[in-house]
């Protein structure tokens, strides 16, 4: 085998890797910098830019005219998605499954109890050197729902489970049964939205779940009930959130907004119980060696001719 590999992270970093030499393959580093290292037409294996947007994401796919894989470092694939229509035909797309599910899990938790405990408020107040002591709802005896249980969804209910909730409900786009209980179709959120106290969105973007959580969705919620967005910013409606939290009646937790980055002067940024944090639940030490180890088995595995782990899709 004689092929290129473009890695946003330098191979000498990266553990594991298949020797160049025993190999035939040629790693360029290439982190969306505005030269490419290499003629993109030689590629064949191609590891996504990590947090680069769209546009650095599928800059090069075209002219890829021999890749076979193309290997993203985040859960989600829809950044390439408008570049795979330029790809030739078995590509394989895959994700990062099993790298960011504890931080993205940890973030999850950190946004539900920072928001039901008033922890901006606290932030706030000391700003001020106010004392701003009371009674706060508690996770504990909470009915959580999480929308989307893939592997991250697995990851936040293993980490929900200290917490002594008094429910956790599941859904995702094909109902089956797992260790800790059933997973309802999305058809079934209606009857299950007003039983929750938190509705935690841990699903891919797709044609389906773009706006899911639209003023539909969003006006079953019960009263006070607290919306976590960890997935994409489109899954909700921000026009929608907006009307709803503007009332009061229900809170947010958005780790991933629409637009985003989230412009100065744009309303959620003020939004009446909405915290945000700017996309960071991947983004964590614990991301890189997770990184390095998913890049390092896949390369080898195409070395190998085995199958490639995360297949999201493969083009045709």
């Known amino acids: 085998m004689t092929a ?3 890695l946003p992270i330098a191979a000498e970093e990266i553990d594991g890797l298949p020797d160049s030499a025993d190999s035939g393959l040629t790693y360029h580093f290439w982190d969306g910098g505005p030269d490419f290292p290499a003629d993109p ?3 064949a294996f191609y590891v996504v830019p990590y947090m680069k947007g769209t546009e650095i994401a599928v800059r090069p796919m075209a002219a890829m005219t021999s890749v076979r894989v193309v290997q993203t470092l985040s859960a989600g694939t829809d950044h390439v998605t408008p570049g795979l229509g330029s790809l030739p035909p078995g590509v394989a797309l895959c994700n990062a499954k099993g790298v960011h599910e504890a931080s993205t899990a940890e973030l999850t938790l950190a946004l539900i109890l920072a928001s039901l405990r008033g922890i901006p408020g606290f932030v706030r107040g000391q700003d001020k050197e106010e004392w701003r002591a009371g009674f ?3 996770l504990a005896d909470r009915s959580v729902l999480i929308v989307g ?3 991250i969804g ?5 980490r929900l489970a200290p917490f002594e909730c008094a429910r956790v409900a599941r859904v995702a786009r094909s109902p089956r049964t797992t260790e800790r209980g059933p997973v309802q179709a999305l058809g079934e959120l209606p009857a299950l939205l007003p039983q929750a106290d938190v ?3 841990s ?3 797709t044609p389906d779940t773009h706006h899911l959580a639209d003023a539909a969705f969003l006006s079953r919620m019960k009263d006070g009930a607290l919306l976590v967005n960890v997935a994409r910013g489109p899954v909700v409606d ?3 959130l907006l009307a709803e939290t503007e009332t009061g009646r229900i809170t947010a937790a958005l780790d991933v907004t629409d637009p985003e980055p989230l412009p100065p002067g744009h309303p959620l940024w003020h939004a009446r119980g909405v915290l945000i944090s700017p996309h960071v639940g991947g983004s964590t030490s614990a991301f890189l060696p997770r990184a390095k180890r998913l890049i390092a088995e896949q390369i080898t595995r195409f070395t190998r001719g085995e199958p490639m782990r995360n297949v999201v899709l493969t083009t045709g």
Not at 154 to 158: G, H, K, L, N, T
């Open 4 to 6: 290129d590999v473009w």
């Open 41 to 43: 037409a030689d590629c």
């Open 136 to 138: 706060y709802p508690a």
């Open 149 to 151: 249980y893939g592997s």
């Open 154 to 158: 697995a990851a936040i209910e293993d």
């Open 199 to 201: 509705v935690i969105l």
């Open 203 to 205: 699903t891919p973007l």
């Open 238 to 240: 921000t026009k929608a």
